[in-house]
């Protein structure tokens, strides 16, 4: 019963995430600075990257998204690999593409401590940082960001897909590190 759940909610965050990325086009992957602009164009909002600054400390953040009213924003880890970069993002896209908001009340008024001065707390409409997988929210955004690698490859390299391809992603174990 509960791998049965599980493998339900997998599959309910893979189609939400293919839902949100219908229409969009790219040419490579891993470029997640374009993926971003193509998902801006889409949702008629502006999506920054910015690189984190280093907050220092085990529980520092390594990707943040604030969504502010007029625009939203991703905040990376600045020294890390680029794999690790586009994982990163990659997660903190799952949060708005799920619709994520945040459940800590208290992270935005921590948030401003980086953000530039001016900043109006009442201004940032969502807050997310992670730094643990604790919650199902960080886990889902986890899991569904592995997802949006496999979805940004098919994107970049869009045709037909054989039987046995899709067999295999069928039946393939959920989590599998397909390179990209």
Do not use: W
Not at 140 to 155: P, V
């Amino acid at each position: 019963m509960f791998n049965r759940r599980y493998a339900q909610k997998e599959a309910q965050l893979r189609r939400r995430c293919e839902e949100q990325l219908r229409g969009i086009e790219i040419s490579d992957p891993s470029a997640v600075d374009e993926v971003c602009h193509q998902l801006a164009l889409k949702r008629g909002r502006p999506l920054y990257l910015h690189e984190l600054p280093d907050l220092g400390g085990v529980n520092a953040p390594c990707g943040l998204m604030i969504a502010f009213d007029v625009g939203d924003h991703i905040f990376h880890l600045a020294a890390t690999s680029q794999r690790h970069r586009a994982q990163i993002v990659r997660h903190e896209l799952a949060h708005l593409l799920l619709g994520h908001t945040s459940e800590n009340t208290g992270i935005v008024e921590s948030l401003l401590t980086i953000m530039p001065q001016g900043v109006a707390p009442e201004a940032v409409l969502t807050a997310l940082g992670r730094t643990s997988y604790d919650s199902e929210t960080e886990y889902d955004a986890e899991l569904a960001a592995s997802y949006l690698g496999d979805l940004f490859e098919d994107l970049a390299h869009p045709g037909p897909t054989d039987a046995m391809t899709r067999l295999d992603d069928a039946l393939g174990h959920p989590r599998r590190n397909r390179r990209s």
